[in-house]
């Protein structure tokens, strides 16, 4: 006789499973063993000679956790913002930043110039920002959609079958 076939273990939402964390690097994610850099930038090493990119991120920095909790992510390129997945980034430049934000669609928007399809509810828009006074109402309305992706509240839309239409949508 074999062993009783085991018991499935009930499914808990996934943003309820807690995030790995990499043993080396300490950094987490939402899928174990996920592939990574565990290279380790400190923050300032991104604003070295760029005080206009530091504004900038600190105007968005603080427009975020007005949302709620929020951690900063720094890699070698770009410095991004997590909840319980990456949701955006920016790209520091002398000149001001490139802000990168993940959206469960793809928004039209003139301020919007590039919008790359990553998978149907992947979308990465892209924002050129030359002065901390641009993030405005506009671009917060972008991170607030952008937050709510990090939260993977378009996860639990998709689940209880009420995820928005493009056009409710705004």
């Known amino acids: 006789m ?5 018991k499935p273990r009930p499914l808990r939402p996934f943003e309820d499973r807690p995030l790995w964390r990499c043993p080396r690097c300490g ?12 290279t380790r930038v400190p ?7 760029r005080p206009l990119a530091k504004a900038i991120f600190m105007r968005i920095d603080a427009l975020l956790r007005s949302f709620g909790p929020v951690r900063i992510v720094s890699n070698r390129t ?9 949701f955006g980034g ?4 002398k000149d001001g930043a490139w802000l990168d934000l993940w959206l469960s669609r793809p ?5 919007v110039a590039k919008v790359r399809e990553v998978s149907p509810r992947c979308h990465l828009h892209s924002v050129r920002l030359r ?5 405005d109402g506009e671009v917060r309305e972008m991170l607030r959609r952008a937050y709510a992706v990090g ?4 996860l639990r839309e998709r689940r209880e079958g009420s995820i928005a239409t493009p056009e409710s949508a705004g």
């Open 43 to 49: 923050l300032e090493d991104h604003f070295r000679g």
């Open 90 to 93: 920016i790209h520091p430049l």
């Open 78 to 86: 770009r410095v991004g913002w997590m909840v319980r997945v990456r």
């Open 151 to 154: 939260c993977q509240e378009h």
């Open 2 to 6: 074999g062993k009783p076939p085991r």
């Open 107 to 111: 928004l039209h928007h003139p301020r």
């Open 131 to 135: 002065d901390p006074e641009e993030v």
């Open 27 to 38: 950094k987490r994610f939402v899928t174990r063993n996920i592939y990574h850099s565990c």
